[in-house]
């Protein structure tokens, strides 16, 4: 995953706002690989942190990520529309 900025390709980078349980986290990850099979787009929301200072990376807090199929929010319930 990645978006272009002068020819090269940017690193983005998701983090979790706080340690998660294994059981969660492994939820989560299921989620992602049933949201996502044979879809084109995956929309993964977040808050910026920061740019690396090598400039090849971009780091966000996840907040949530949705398809077609659905939406898995680490906070709240959430609405394909938004």
Do not use: P
């Not at 996502?36 to 090849?56: A, K, N, R, V």
Request: aromatic share 10%; with cysteine; charged share 30%.
């Amino acid at each position: 995953m990645g978006m272009y900025a002068a020819g090269k390709t940017r690193k983005q980078v998701y983090v979790s706002r706080q340690v998660m349980d294994l059981k969660r986290c492994m939820g989560f990850q299921n989620d992602l690989k049933k949201l996502s099979e044979h879809e084109s787009h995956i929309c993964i929301s977040g808050e910026f942190i920061e740019s690396g200072s090598s400039d090849e990376e971009t780091a966000w807090v996840f907040d949530k990520f949705k398809t077609k199929k659905g939406c898995v929010s680490y906070w709240d319930e959430c609405d394909l529309k938004v």
